[in-house]
């Protein structure tokens, strides 16, 4: 079993910064994939970042690529989301999550086998 939580989510105006946490719980974090998703209301959910089990590799969505940076800390188990010049559409709750199967990063939702309970970011214009 695994444990996620998430901190760090609240409001913001545009063009501001968020750092989201989730720390982790359960297992050897490091043998395990981590993703941050988020999900807008009435929209599907989405993979916006994905690192690998080491943190050597990353992946990121086009919507954020070049404004958020995930990172991973295996020594403290918990994964990180920097959200810089943060704009309304990025309003939505976000959830981190563990692919306790794959290297990674890991872009597919089913995939996941745990989930953190969601924080929520909303972006002021």
């Given at each position: 079993?695994?444990?996620?939580?998430?901190?760090?989510?609240?409001?913001?105006?545009a063009?501001?910064?968020?750092?989201l946490?989730?720390?982790a719980?359960?297992?050897?974090?490091?043998?395990?994939?981590m993703?941050?998703?988020?999900q807008?209301p009435g929209k599907e959910?989405?993979?916006?970042?994905?690192?690998s089990r080491?943190?050597?590799?990353?992946?990121?969505s086009?919507?954020?690529?070049?404004r958020f940076?995930?990172?991973?800390?295996?020594?403290k188990n918990?994964?990180?989301?920097?959200?810089n010049s943060?704009?309304?559409?990025?309003?939505a709750?976000?959830?981190c999550a563990?692919?306790?199967?794959?290297?990674g990063?890991?872009?597919?939702?089913?995939?996941?086998?745990?989930w953190?309970?969601?924080?929520?970011?909303?972006?002021?214009?």
């Amino acid at each position: 079993q695994v444990q996620l939580v998430e901190s760090g989510g609240g409001l913001v105006q545009a063009g501001g910064s968020l750092r989201l946490s989730c720390a982790a719980s359960g297992r050897t974090f490091s043998t395990y994939a981590m993703g941050w998703f988020r999900q807008a209301p009435g929209k599907e959910r989405e993979c916006v970042a994905a690192i690998s089990r080491s943190g050597d590799n990353t992946y990121y969505s086009a919507s954020v690529k070049g404004r958020f940076t995930i990172s991973r800390d295996n020594a403290k188990n918990t994964v990180y989301l920097q959200m810089n010049s943060l704009k309304p559409e990025d309003t939505a709750v976000y959830y981190c999550a563990a692919d306790i199967l794959r290297v990674g990063p890991t872009t597919l939702k089913d995939v996941y086998n745990y989930w953190g309970q969601g924080t929520q970011v909303t972006v002021s214009s």
